[in-house]
């Protein structure tokens, strides 16, 4: 389920673990590294849409060393 947050379509954490084919604790890992957009709401954690689609295109091992330095969604690092 969608919300927005701050302007922005972000993900609960599960479903976009469930997407990128990995774990929350994988996911909330990258978010803590700065590597992917996330934040927490709440008592929830949620990650910023515009990381899935960079994620999705390359290798999530790649990714945990940086980020992919071509989209906003992982920080461009």
Known sequence: METII???PHIPIAEAAAELR???LRILMLIKQEVMKGCQLEEEWYV???TLGCFRSQDMDQKEHGGCGTCSG???K
């Open 48 to 50: 910023d849409r515009s």
């Open 74 to 76: 992982c920080q461009g």
């Open 6 to 8: 701050e302007g922005t």
């Open 22 to 24: 990995t774990t929350p």
